[in-house]
Structures are given as C-alpha cells and as structure tokens.
C-alpha cells in the first residue's frame, strides 16, 4: 500500500495512490463476494469463466471486466510465483482480443474546436473559467483540481505542478502520474489572464489556496464534475456525449494536429 499508518501517502512508493485504490476496489466489489470464502486450490478454471460470465450477465463494460480479470491474472500470477498454487487457473485472453481491446482503450475522443466554443457558451458561468484553462492546458483531472495559487509564477506563466488530489478516501493528494513538472503557458496567454482574474476576485489568498473550488470554498471533485456539470453542459450544447477525459484527448489531438512534438505533452 502507498498509505503510511498515519494515513499520508510515502514517497516513491511501488504503487501510485489512484491505482491501488482502483485495485482495492475491485477486490472488494467482485473479488471477496466471489471467492472469499474458498482455499486457492479450490479456485479453479470453470469457476473463474463462471466468474466472468457473470460480469458479462451484470451488465458491466468491456474495459471493466477486461480491468477485474487482469487484476485476478496478476493476483493468482503471484500465488503462482510464491509456491502456493501450481498453475494459474485465470485464462488470459487471446492475442487477438487483447489487441483489439488495448485498440478499444487507446481510442480518443476529442472535441472539435467548434464544440470546444459552444461547450464553453454553455457551461453554467462558475465553472467557464475552470473549463477554459482545463481545455487549454490538458492535464488530467485529479491534476486541473489541485492547483495552488502558491503553485503559480504570474511573472513568468508557469505552473508548478506538485500533487494530484483524489476526490475518494477524503481527497488524497500524491505526485501526479508523471512526476512533478513546471508547465510553461505562455503558450497560451489566456490561460494567465483567466487566472489572474480568479485571483483578483479574491479578498485574500493564500498558498496553499486552491484556484477552483465550489461555492463552499471546497476543491472541486472531478467525479462530481463529470455528472453534474460536464454531462448536462454537452447535452445542452448539442454534443454527443463521451468522458470528461476528452478534455485530455482534445488538448493532444490539437495540439498534434499543429505541429506539436509529442515529447512535449505530457
């Protein structure tokens, strides 16, 4: 676990916050109810297609099950390795189906600049301003939500970009996915305006302030954003609906389509 006993996150440690949540969900919600209460060498390989198909009958997407069933591999890999089963009884897919599922996965799905406009023209105003920098910047969305004002040079356009916050387990903050980074945006000076015009509606700041935040002061969650304000503000500009994360594929699609190098995006 990445979690000390204190509860703070280590450093450097050999799983990043976000997947081992991930994972200890999935262990929880499918894992325990199926098998818990078996021996590993009662765990056999009817029993894990059994498993599978009724993920299938649930309902749950592909990239769902493709997630649980790579996880319960990886578990009984392990057990495998550690002498305490001989065989793993998950089947992996075949090279075929996983091809066309890491096809599946790395698909973009990213807005037009026309439906960039008319998103922004119709997200409700207290969040324009999060929703143009986040456009323009790209970052993921556990990183948009957990800038600092002590995070920002005005003088000179960069971001110091230091932790990602994740909204569950009480909004946990680790090192973003890629590592800490200074992000220069003059690039796009917009980006500088719109948040100094934040700053400037504030009777005070902080460092240790966070730049978006709710109307009760609180940093934003991305999974709240995504229902309450991402989904409806595409419905009501007439775009079809996909993930908040397009906002991610929007930035790099444009942002290779003008001659960007790929090195830079991040």
């Known amino acids: 676990s990445p979690f000390l006993p204190d509860g703070s996150v280590g450093i450097d440690t050999e799983l990043h916050p976000s997947p081992w949540i991930h994972d200890e969900s999935l262990i929880r919600r499918h894992f325990i109810p199926a098998f818990g209460p078996l021996r590993l060498d009662e765990i056999d390989v009817p029993r894990c297609r059994e498993f599978r198909r009724a993920l299938v009958d649930a309902g749950l997407s592909g990239k769902t099950i493709s997630n649980v069933v790579g996880l319960l591999h990886k ?21 075929r189906r996983l091809r066309l599922s890491r096809r599946q996965r790395l698909t973009a799905d990213p807005l037009t600049p026309d439906e960039i406009q008319r998103f922004l023209s119709h997200v409700p105003d207290f969040f324009r301003d999060l929703y143009s920098v986040w456009f323009q910047v790209g970052w993921r969305s556990s990183e948009i939500v957990a800038i600092r004002f002590g995070w920002l040079n005005f003088g000179r356009q960069t971001i110091l970009l230091q932790r990602a916050r994740i909204p569950r387990w009480g909004g946990v903050e680790a090192e973003p996915k890629t590592g800490r980074r200074v992000v220069d945006c003059s690039y796009a000076p917009g980006i500088f305006r719109v948040l100094e015009r934040i700053r400037d509606r504030q009777a005070s700041v902080s460092e240790e302030d966070f730049v978006f935040v709710d109307h009760e002061g609180r940093p934003f969650s991305q999974e709240w954003l995504n229902k309450r304000v991402w989904k409806p503000t595409l419905s009501r500009a007439g775009i079809r609906e996909r993930g908040q994360y397009s906002t991610r594929d929007t930035f790099i699609t444009l942002s290779l389509s003008a001659g960007e190098e790929p090195g830079w995006l991040r």
Do not use: K
């Not at 550690?82 to 009884?89: K, V």
């Open 75 to 95: 578990a009984f890999s392990d057990a495998v390795e550690e002498g305490l089963i001989e065989r793993n009884p998950v089947l992996r897919a075949s090279n």
